[in-house]
């Protein structure tokens, strides 16, 4: 049967509508869910248990917000807080990124023992900070993070000026490990003596890094900031050096290496097959106690440039001769009395015969290194020249 036209519009009025109200359906967001105390609470309660200082029962927030970090700090404020704690360590309730399990439970017991009224400093800050110390870290001012919060103290103990401290504070000082708090504290102290902008300090803390991770030894005493700031000059020298060196080696590996091979994945070249040497003259011999002598060949581009700024001498630009397997060069050290001390860089051709013998500055080699030279030569098949 013919529909009339009024059903026809009857009809398409009422698809109308229910595509209308599945759009509805569709935009229309679900209902939130209400805030989840309950699980708020457990989770402050972890590792906790017998510290609440109220029942967590009887807790009647009046949040609206649904953000689990912000009840978590609700949630603790209210079973352990007495007293307000600083923004540094109520943190760990919002943000636990980047933080391993210990260093987590640390800063969890440090707002504990800080919201309930105790002694900080006798609840395991005093294994890094004084007394003066844990009252400054208690009472910082302004936005600062943990760590920051922490730097700022010790900076503190060396500096009245609280400028300088939080400049301090907000470097990459902050960001280095606890485990190194000796050595740091001791740059912290230099900067303090020495100011300068956070950008320096920055870039100086990558070099006195770099040098600590070399030497443990490695101090500032004795240094200002315009030798350091020399120092790392060459340092970044250095490194822009052993890349130069390390793109050849790549490049010669890459030629050498088969299409169907994968690349040998290390930094060292070939170079000789003589074996490294060393000697321990007899307590007759020996003009200190403990004294030896070892000779070794350099086969990476850091030790190459070591050896280069250490001797002040070219030996890094023969680079190039010791990756094609033209050369191979070697160091002549000696040590004694717990002292390692460079006495010679040596070059050897593929022949095995000494090309040049060169110590600091590109001085000759002594009679006793000759010496020394001679007893290697006969043990290896080293030729010298005369």
């Known amino acids: 049967m013919a529909r009339s036209m009024i059903q026809r519009r009857q009809d398409a009025e009422r698809q109308r509508i229910e595509a209308y109200q599945a759009s509805l359906r569709r935009v229309c967001a679900m209902p939130r869910p209400a805030p989840d105390f309950e699980r708020a609470l457990d989770e402050v309660r972890r590792g906790h248990a017998g510290m609440a200082i109220r029942d967590g029962a009887l807790w009647r927030p009046k949040l609206k917000t649904r953000d689990p970090a912000r009840l978590r700090l609700a949630a603790a404020r209210y079973l352990y807080a007495r007293y307000p704690v600083s923004a540094a360590l109520e943190a760990i309730w919002l943000d636990r990124s980047g933080l391993d399990g210990q260093e987590i439970a640390l800063r969890l017991a440090w707002y504990v023992a800080v919201a309930g009224g105790g002694s900080l400093y ?216 717990g002292k390692i001390e460079r006495l010679l860089t040596i070059e050897l051709d593929p022949q095995h015969r000494a090309v040049q013998v060169r110590g600091f500055g590109n001085r000759l080699a002594t009679p006793d290194e000759r010496k020394i030279l001679e007893r290697w030569a006969k043990a290896t098949g080293v030729t010298l020249r005369d």
């Open 122 to 337: 006798k609840a395991g800050a005093n294994a890094w900070l004084s007394r003066k110390e844990v009252h400054c870290f208690l009472n910082v001012a302004g936005d600062f993070a943990f760590e920051e919060a922490f730097w700022f103290a010790i900076a503190r103990s060396y500096t009245e000026d609280c400028g300088l401290a939080a400049r301090l504070a907000r470097t990459k000082i902050a960001r280095t490990p606890r485990a190194d708090l000796a050595f740091w504290r001791e740059v912290a102290r230099f900067f303090c003596g020495q100011p300068t902008s956070k950008e320096e300090i920055d870039d100086l803390s990558d070099y006195i890094a770099a040098m600590h991770r070399r030497d443990k030894a490695y101090s500032l005493k004795g240094r200002t900031l315009a030798s350091l700031s020399r120092q790392m000059s060459d340092w970044h020298r250095d490194l822009a050096a052993i890349e130069r060196i390390e793109a050849m080696r790549r490049r010669a590996v890459a030629r050498a290496q088969p299409v169907a091979c994968a690349p040998v994945q290390n930094n060292v070249w070939a170079g000789s097959r003589l074996q490294d040497w060393e000697w321990h003259p007899s307590p007759k011999e020996a003009k200190a106690h403990g004294e030896w002598f070892s000779i070794r060949q350099l086969k990476t581009a850091e030790d190459l440039v070591a050896e280069s700024r250490a001797m002040h001498h070219c030996v890094s630009s023969y680079a190039t001769k010791c990756i094609a397997g033209y050369a191979s060069i070697w160091t002549l050290r000696r040590k004694a009395l």
